[in-house]
């Protein structure tokens, strides 16, 4: 959508420039993509700042010394009187060309040249040299604080500014200027008006004639056959209107917002679609047989020339808008030649109309012809604004024409209001991640137009405003929230939302229970790896999984307990004279299982050691852990994990201190660590708690017999096979082939693939042709080939061979020759 900011600017006054009210729209609306200055012809000009000033003796001209930011001090000869030191004026480098106007239609080009014995190397422009206004007499002083090569349209307001908005399809509203307003409106605090243009226009003398289905007045009868397409029809009846030029308003504001002008009644209509939103039409009211207007559906065999002189056929699929006797119009889409405005037209008939979207879409895919209308109705217009756009769309023609309304026609009902949506503060505290009163929702939502009612507890009922169709849940209402207040508001801490309903797996809550908990007692997290040399055990082959394609031999096995990791890791610790160790892991063990996968579990490991909390003046010298801290620290580790089970310790044969148990369930143990440790470090104490089974696919070993009752296990994948990525080019070629009826493809597949050797990579079968040039009792089929060397680049010779060779080998075994052209 392409929006004027000085078009939105006559619908509310905010005082901003175009980039400020770019950026707000960006923030808070849809993104802004185009962002252009209609005076694109001054984008060559310059700040130029005079340095030096001197008369030329015996003449009108100053030699002057101006900064052009270039670095280099240019020698420009000026005629203005007004050429101050120290000011600042619109420069024109040489080869730059000045705008065009009544005199030079062209624009003068400035080129370096010798004037009076100086050499001028540019030009001080006046205002009216480049259209800003009709002051000749004097240069264009810039009040402006921007160093000297600053581009001139960043510092003068000159023209208009288009700004191209990217409208979703959820929000036609925003396809107008008025719906872009309503917004800036709410943004700035600025309240919404009306244009000059408009408010001065004289209302229609009555009131519309309205009917449910069918309604007469000015001469003209409007009748709609089927509602459910068409639920409003207006029409408004003028006479005594002269086509012709458009006042400069209408023109400027046109071309703005990307149109060209065509004559006043053409533009007005255009000022209704891209002001206000509501497409429109304008009938010759002479060409109308019968003075009817029918909204129908097309009959089958009509035909209709459409404004772009196309010659269209017609069908039952179509919504028309047709007189007594032919369809004169494509509803919603596009109108007829033979109903067009002319320069002849006095008497017009204005139609404002609601067609249904899927109606308009239909038609539209039907003909192949999209237009500014059909996109605003296939995603739906303003119902409740029809009646308004009537009235002042007749009232707008009838200024511009020079006319009179005679009559305004509405058939149809006026649009219920939009269902109401419950809007929970609660709700919104939760998606948005922070509490907003209730005053402030009310506030925000007003302020774009939705009618808000308290419920009288932390809810509101909330009415959607006519034009805002997409808002149809609380979850809408939310968003207008979070995008009026600003995305950049919205808290970036996470918060106890969850993105789904399925809740977390078991074990994944036991990590975060136990993990928090020793967190909180001042231990360490760490994440290595679950890879271990397996050099402490007599036969690691047996009691360990070994992993085929381990990342290093040195640690080839899979672990089978996490303090063995974590002792270690404090071997790491201690040989950097860091004997203070509190660490711990929630990983993985795997315990092996014969022939089966190995049992995945899920343990906590804790290693302590050295001081049991950091220094502190009122204690110097910390007590160091031992056995008792660590059993302490089990009990609580475990009420932690199995917060529903009895927890207990009982005491086991060294190395193990005690064993922990959960109900009847041994789930752990407390032991002390043996470490390759230097002799000033203290003892290491661990426990290792089991959170649960990691579940996994199993494969019963080798003549076991599951139990008739028990389920079925599922069978192993077959194992993958990978291979390293080419590095050589592959060739192609492909092999069109006669090949018998009685010859199935799978057998020519099968001789291609056993002749071609292992160098073939790939043989697609992607053609079957019957039919012209193919013999009696044969078929065409095509086989695209590639063949890749491991190690170097396939010849053309090895190729043609190859392909010579499958030609010869085919038609011996099989039959099958080679087509030809």
């Given at each position: 959508?392409?929006?004027?900011?000085e078009?939105?600017?006559r619908?509310?006054?905010h005082?901003?420039?175009?980039?400020?009210i770019r950026?707000?729209?960006?923030?808070?609306?849809?993104?802004?993509e185009g962002?252009?200055?209609?005076?694109?012809?001054?984008?060559?000009?310059?700040?130029?700042?005079?340095?030096?000033?001197?008369?030329?003796?015996?003449?009108?001209?100053?030699?002057?010394?101006?900064?052009?930011?270039?670095?280099?001090?240019?020698?420009?000869?000026?005629?203005?009187?007004?050429?101050?030191?120290?000011?600042?004026?619109?420069?024109?480098?040489s080869?730059?060309?000045?705008?065009p106007?009544?005199?030079?239609?062209?624009?003068?080009?400035?080129?370096?040249?010798?004037?009076?014995?100086?050499?001028?190397?540019?030009?001080?422009?006046?205002?009216?040299?480049?259209?800003?206004?009709?002051d000749a007499?004097?240069?264009?002083?810039?009040?402006?604080?921007?160093?000297?090569?600053?581009?001139?349209?960043?510092?003068?307001?000159?023209?208009?500014?288009r700004?191209?908005?990217?409208?979703?399809?959820?929000?036609p509203?925003?396809?107008?200027?008025?719906?872009?307003?309503?917004e800036v409106?709410?943004?700035?605090?600025?309240?919404?008006?009306?244009?000059?243009?408009?408010?001065?226009?004289?209302?229609?003398?009555?009131?519309?004639?309205r009917?449910?289905?069918?309604?007469s007045?000015?001469?003209?009868?409007?009748?709609?056959?089927?509602?459910?397409d068409?639920?409003?029809?207006?029409?408004?009846?003028?006479?005594?209107?002269?086509?012709?030029?458009?006042?400069?308003?209408?023109?400027?504001?046109?071309?703005?917002?990307?149109?060209?002008?065509?004559?006043?009644?053409v533009?007005?209509?255009?000022?209704?679609?891209?002001?206000l939103?509501?497409?429109?039409?304008a009938?010759?009211?002479?060409?109308?047989?019968?003075?009817?207007?029918?909204?129908r559906?097309?009959?089958?065999?009509?035909?209709?020339?459409?404004?772009d002189?196309?010659s269209?056929?017609?069908?039952?699929?179509?919504?028309v808008?047709a007189?007594?006797?032919?369809?004169t119009?494509?509803?919603?889409?596009m109108?007829?030649?033979?109903?067009?405005?002319?320069?002849?037209?006095t008497?017009v008939?204005l139609?404002?109309?609601?067609?249904?979207?899927?109606?308009?879409?239909a038609t539209?895919?039907?003909?192949?012809?999209?237009?500014?209308a059909?996109?605003?109705?296939?995603?739906?217009i303003?119902?409740?604004?029809?009646a308004e756009v009537?009235?002042?769309?007749?009232?707008?023609?009838?200024?511009?024409?020079g006319g009179?309304v005679?009559?305004?026609?509405?058939?149809?009902?006026?649009?219920?209001p939009?269902?109401?949506?419950?809007?929970r503060?609660?709700?919104a505290?939760?998606?948005?991640g922070?509490a907003?009163?209730?005053?402030?929702?009310?506030?925000?939502?007003?302020a774009?137009g939705?009618?808000?009612?308290?419920?009288?507890g932390?809810?509101l009922?909330?009415?959607?405003?006519?034009?805002?169709?997409?808002?149809?849940?609380?979850?809408?209402?939310?968003?207008?929230?979070?995008?009026?207040?600003g995305?950049?508001?919205?808290?970036?801490?996470?918060?106890?939302?969850?993105?789904?309903?399925?809740?977390?797996?078991?074990?994944?809550?036991?990590?975060r229970r136990v993990?928090?908990?020793?967190?909180a007692?001042?231990?360490?997290?760490?994440?290595?790896?679950?890879?271990?040399?397996g050099?402490a055990m007599p036969?690691?082959?047996?009691?360990?999984v070994?992993?085929?394609n381990?990342?290093?031999e040195?640690?080839?096995y899979?672990?089978?307990?996490?303090?063995?990791?974590?002792?270690?890791r404090?071997?790491y610790?201690l040989?950097?004279?860091q004997?203070?160790v509190?660490?711990?892991?929630?990983?993985?063990?795997?315990?092996?299982?014969?022939?089966?996968?190995?049992?995945e579990?899920q343990r906590?490991?804790?290693?302590?050691?050295?001081?049991?909390r950091?220094?502190?003046?009122?204690?110097?010298?910390?007590?160091a852990?031992?056995?008792?801290?660590?059993?302490?620290?089990?009990?609580r580790?475990a009420?932690?994990a199995?917060?529903?089970?009895?927890?207990?310790?009982?005491?086991a044969?060294?190395?193990?201190?005690?064993?922990?148990?959960?109900?009847?369930?041994?789930?752990?143990?407390?032991?002390?660590?043996?470490?390759?440790?230097?002799?000033?470090?203290?003892?290491?104490?661990?426990?290792?708690?089991?959170?649960?089974?990691m579940?996994?696919?199993?494969?019963?070993?080798?003549?076991?017999?599951?139990?008739?009752?028990?389920?079925?296990?599922?069978?192993?994948?077959?194992?993958?096979?990978?291979?390293?990525?080419?590095?050589?080019?592959?060739?192609?070629?492909?092999?069109?082939?006669l090949?018998?009826?009685?010859v199935t493809?799978a057998?020519v597949?099968v001789?291609?693939?056993?002749t071609?050797?292992?160098?073939?990579e790939?043989?697609?079968?992607?053609?079957?042709?019957?039919?012209e040039?193919?013999?009696?009792?044969?078929?065409?089929?095509?086989?695209?080939?590639t063949?890749?060397?491991?190690?170097?680049?396939?010849?053309d010779?090895?190729i043609?061979?190859?392909?010579s060779q499958?030609?010869k080998t085919?038609?011996?075994?099989?039959?099958?020759?080679?087509r030809?052209?």
């Open positions: 959508m392409k929006i004027s900011h078009w939105l600017a619908f509310v006054p005082g901003r420039d175009a980039a400020a950026d707000l729209i960006t923030a808070h609306v849809a993104t802004v962002f252009e200055h209609l005076r694109a012809d001054l984008a060559p000009f310059v700040v130029g700042r005079v340095v030096e000033s001197e008369r030329i003796p015996e003449t009108k001209l100053s030699f002057n010394k101006v900064d052009d930011g270039s670095g280099t001090l240019l020698e420009v000869v000026c005629g203005a009187p007004n050429v101050t030191v120290g000011a600042k004026y619109p420069f024109a480098r080869g730059t060309r000045v705008p106007s009544a005199k030079n239609p062209t624009g003068l080009l400035i080129e370096r040249r010798k004037i009076r014995g100086f050499t001028s190397n540019g030009m001080l422009c006046s205002a009216q040299e480049l259209n800003l206004g009709d007499d004097g240069i264009l002083t810039l009040e402006t604080d921007a160093p000297p090569g600053t581009p001139l349209l960043a510092v003068l307001p000159a023209g208009d500014v700004l191209e908005v990217d409208v979703l399809p959820n929000r509203d925003l396809l107008s200027h008025r719906g872009v307003a309503r409106a709410a943004l700035t605090g600025t309240p919404l008006g009306v244009p000059t243009e408009l408010a001065t226009l004289a209302a229609p003398g009555s009131p519309p004639v009917g449910d289905t069918a309604a007045a000015g001469g003209i009868s409007v009748r709609i056959e089927d509602r459910a068409c639920p409003q029809y207006g029409a408004a009846v003028l006479s005594g209107l002269t086509v012709g030029p458009s006042p400069d308003w209408l023109r400027t504001a046109v071309e703005a917002s990307g149109g060209r002008s065509i004559n006043n009644l533009d007005a209509t255009n000022y209704l679609l891209h002001g939103g509501q497409p429109v039409h009938f010759d009211a002479a060409t109308l047989a019968g003075d009817a207007i029918a909204v559906r097309a009959r089958a065999g009509e035909t209709l020339v459409t404004l002189g196309q269209r056929a017609l069908d039952p699929r179509m919504l808008i007189d007594a006797e032919r369809a119009a494509l509803a919603g889409v109108g007829g030649r033979a109903s067009e405005v002319t320069s002849t037209t008497r008939v139609e404002v109309a609601e067609f249904t979207p899927r109606v308009v879409r539209r895919r039907a003909v192949g012809l999209s237009t500014d059909s996109y605003r109705f296939e995603r739906g303003d119902p409740a604004a029809v009537l009235a002042t769309g007749a009232a707008l023609l009838a200024h511009v024409g009179r005679e009559a305004l026609v509405l058939v149809g009902d006026a649009p219920a939009r269902p109401a949506v419950t809007l503060a609660a709700r505290a939760l998606v948005l922070e907003i009163p209730l005053a402030e929702l009310t506030g925000l939502l007003t774009v939705f009618a808000c009612a308290p419920t009288g932390d809810a009922v909330v009415t959607p405003p006519s034009w805002r169709l997409d808002v149809v849940r609380e979850v809408d209402l939310i968003e207008e929230v979070a995008r009026l207040r995305y950049d508001r919205l808290p970036d801490t996470l918060q106890g939302a969850r993105p789904g309903t399925v809740p977390d797996h078991p074990l994944f809550t036991a990590y993990r928090d908990a020793l967190v007692e001042g231990l360490h997290e760490v994440r290595p790896l679950p890879f271990t040399s050099a036969s690691p082959d047996d009691a360990l070994r992993v085929r381990p990342l290093g040195d640690e080839p899979l672990r089978r307990e996490v303090l063995g990791t974590l002792a270690r404090a071997e610790n040989n950097r004279m004997g203070d509190r660490l711990f892991e929630v990983g993985t063990v795997f315990l092996p299982q014969g022939a089966a996968l190995p049992r579990e906590v490991g804790v290693l302590v050691m050295g001081r049991r950091p220094a502190h003046f009122t204690e110097p010298q910390p007590p852990w031992d056995e008792w801290d660590a059993k302490a620290l089990a009990e580790l009420r932690v199995f917060p529903d089970a009895a927890i207990s310790l009982v005491a044969d060294a190395p193990v201190l005690w064993s922990v148990r959960a109900g009847e369930a041994t789930v752990g143990t407390v032991r002390r660590v043996a470490l390759d440790a230097p002799v000033w470090a203290k003892p290491a104490f661990g426990l290792e708690l089991t959170l649960g089974e579940p996994s696919a199993r494969v019963a070993p080798a003549g076991a017999h599951a139990h008739a009752s028990a389920p079925a296990r599922p069978r192993a994948a077959a194992p993958m096979r990978y291979v390293p990525l080419p590095t050589t080019p592959a060739a192609e070629f492909d092999l069109a082939l090949v018998p009826e009685a493809s057998q597949e001789l291609l693939r056993a071609s050797g292992p160098q073939l790939a043989c697609t079968l992607f053609d079957e042709f019957r039919g040039g193919i013999p009696a009792g044969m078929r065409s089929l095509a086989w695209r080939l063949f890749r060397h491991p190690e170097r680049t396939l010849r010779k090895e043609d061979g190859r392909r499958l030609l085919l038609e011996a075994q099989l039959g099958v020759r080679p030809t052209a």
